[in-house]
């Protein structure tokens, strides 16, 4: 275990809706980085949610305290990489975590998630919290 890990949009939610295991694990980590990804899935489910203005100050006060990683050429690369894989393996992985785990991937981050499908993954180091 290193304290330092990339957090998929599920557990975030989870965080946000009170996970006390999830609330645990995030305090015991010593850095917490998010995907320019994963912030886009959470502004999307905030502004159609019922309750947008709450939910964007959520996550901002959240993003403040975590390192946005972004996307550039390298990250293109493993993506591509990634997605290679997957279709050879006749798994489909969905666009964005496509994305999520190639940046993972580039920062020699564990991913935290919930979400299986990721496991088909051979370059991805996970974590289910």
Known sequence: MTGRYLLDTNIVIGIFNGDALLQRRLANSTEVFLSIVVLGELLYGALKSSRAAENLARIEQFA?????????????YRYGALKAESRRRGVPIPENDLWIAALANQHDLPLVTRDHHFSTLSEIRLESW
């Open 64 to 76: 403040i305290s975590t390192t946005i990683l972004d996307c550039d050429s390298e990250t293109a």
